[in-house]
């Protein structure tokens, strides 16, 4: 099991940026994928952005490419989401989770939520 726990997030005005983190528990934090997932009031959850264990592959839903960047240390047992030029659509309660492959949908362990809201 992991156990992952996030920080970041907050309130911006529109075009401004944010990084999320999220630490995770345990020594086995590089044999997860792990992936940042974010839920608006009133839609479904998506995936923002996934990265392999190694951080060699990566993958964006189409709405953030170009603006959001996926990255991990994995000698801090942490995945980040670099999110710029930030839009009022990006507003959502943002997730960070680890599971088996990034390039699926279906994640395992889920960190706590953190509230992005972005102005216009």
């Known amino acids: 099991q992991v156990q992952l726990v996030q920080s970041g997030g907050g309130l911006v005005q529109a075009g401004g940026s944010l990084r999320l983190s999220c630490a995770a528990s345990g020594r086995t934090f590089s044999t997860y994928a792990m992936a940042w997932f974010r839920q608006a009031p009133g839609k479904e959850r998506e995936l923002v952005a996934a990265i392999s264990r190694g951080g060699s592959g990566t993958r964006y839903v189409d709405s953030v490419k170009g603006r959001f960047t996926i990255s991990r240390d994995n000698a801090k047992n942490t995945v980040y989401l670099e999110m710029n030029s930030l839009k009022p659509e990006d507003t959502a309660v943002y997730y960070c989770?680890?599971?088996?492959?990034?390039?699926?949908?279906?994640?395992?362990?889920w960190g706590q939520g953190t509230q992005v809201t972005v102005s216009s």
């Open positions: 989770a680890a599971g088996r492959f990034y390039f699926t949908d279906e994640f395992d362990y």
